[in-house]
């Protein structure tokens, strides 16, 4: 056999290996892009195509270096995703189980950020630091969150279990679990204290002025009815 021949094979068989590592350890990751994207036709596509897990497969290689204080090429390994996904996960980050980024193009990840299980991020997301402080800086999401396109959770803030950010909000409070936020800063409104169904709509969702401006209407009317 020839010697090209013989590269391409094993270059293929270690390509077919790679694949299966990926789908038994990224199988979580995967499902939940199915699960979360309408254009997911199928796992081999997800697997293949997807910016947003290949983002991911790539941090867990970083943080592994990160953690052994290798932080030269934890951090080389970061920019090479980086410049591959148009999407920036520091090394350091600490991410859960099943993370979906879709699009994924311009999300910034921080050094410090802690993120659950089973969250979900649109493009443009940032999660980030704020002023020069050491220590923890970045923010905690909780586990079944969602945040929309172009929203900027700043500082070391925590996002309670099942929140869900809007589009372009800014966050730079606390946000306590079961929680709609909404505006520049954002704003919070409970959603009657009940788990939020991710319907991936992260523009249509409560405004908590607009709530407050139909209560208010609602008290008008009954006052004038009483007249």
Excluded: W
């Excluded at 789908?23 to 892009?33: N, Q």
């Excluded at 980024?101 to 089973?118: M, P, Y």
């Excluded at 980030?128 to 923890?136: A, H, P, Q, S, W």
């Excluded at 908590?208 to 401006?213: A, E, H, L």
């Amino acid at each position: 056999m020839p010697l090209f021949l013989e590269i391409l094979s094993i270059l293929l068989i270690l390509f077919f290996i790679k694949i299966i590592l990926i789908s038994i350890f990224f199988y979580r990751e995967i499902k939940a892009a199915q699960a979360k994207d309408p254009a997911a036709r199928s796992f081999l596509e997800v697997l293949l195509l997807y910016q947003g897990l290949h983002a991911v497969i790539n941090h867990r290689i970083a943080h592994f270096f990160y953690k052994r204080h290798l932080f030269f090429l934890a951090r080389l390994v970061s920019q090479i995703s980086r410049y591959l996904t148009a999407i920036e996960i520091h090394p350091g980050a600490q991410i859960g189980r099943s993370f979906f980024i879709d699009h994924g193009a311009g999300v910034v990840i921080g050094e410090t950020a802690i993120i659950g299980d089973n969250v979900l991020l649109y493009q443009g997301v940032t999660l980030g630091g704020t002023g020069l402080e050491k220590g923890k800086r970045h923010p905690t999401i909780g586990n079944n969150v969602v945040i929309g396109a172009g929203a900027k959770v700043l500082g070391n803030i925590t996002v309670g279990d099942n929140s869900y950010i809007g589009a372009n909000a800014v966050v730079i409070k606390d946000v306590p679990a079961n929680s709609t936020v909404v505006g520049v800063p954002g704003r919070i409104t409970k959603q009657d204290g009940k788990k939020i169904d991710i319907s991936l709509d992260h523009i249509h969702i409560l405004d908590p002025i607009m709530q407050s401006i139909e209560e208010l209407e609602k008290r008008i009317k009954k006052l004038e009815n009483k007249d």
